[in-house]
């Protein structure tokens, strides 16, 4: 056995790098026409992809909606029964007022948005909007003194900050 290796042209190595059996001519065609029928159908997949996701994610809005609405009808039902009994007693219209607020704030926090309201705690420009300062020597800077209009959510899921009243440096 002889150690040496024949010398190799370019030419040899291309055969040597491509695939033994090329196709040729009417070959080639056919190749071609395959090629482009295989790419055309996974076009046409991923467009058929695309609108069933799209149908599938309107339906998912669609259901969310609905199940949301859902959870707002005990609240009107109870609106429309204070609404109802108004007349007899008005001391119990507020009390039922009192209830379906109660009742709606619930279903704000099944929702995913609780309702925060807290004071004597530091102003957090994520969870609050100041709408005013406030003179007090017994408080840190920056402090919520007064909550003027609660917030709804938490973290990245909020639907509104609180709008609140902080406690402005001593000078």
Request: charged share 30%.
């Amino acid at each position: 056995m002889s150690t040496e290796q024949e010398p190799t042209t370019p030419q040899d190595e291309l055969s040597q790098a491509l695939p033994p059996e090329q196709p040729e001519g009417d070959d080639h065609a056919a190749a071609l026409d395959e090629l482009q029928d295989r790419w055309r159908r996974a076009l046409a997949d991923l467009d058929n992809l695309r609108k069933r996701h799209a149908k599938e994610l309107d339906a998912v809005r669609n259901e969310e909606r609905a199940r949301t609405a859902a959870a707002w009808l005990p609240v009107v039902d109870n609106l429309d029964l204070a609404l109802t009994h108004a007349g007899s007693d008005p001391s119990a219209v507020v009390e039922g007022v009192k209830a379906v607020r109660d009742q709606a704030v619930d279903v704000l926090r099944r929702l995913g948005h609780p309702r925060y309201e807290e004071t004597g705690v530091p102003f957090d420009p994520a969870v609050h909007e100041v709408v005013g300062t406030v003179d007090d020597p017994d408080t840190e800077p920056n402090t919520v003194v007064q909550v003027v209009r609660p917030g709804y959510g938490e973290g990245s899921r909020q639907l509104r900050p609180a709008a609140v009243m902080v406690s402005k440096r001593q000078e």
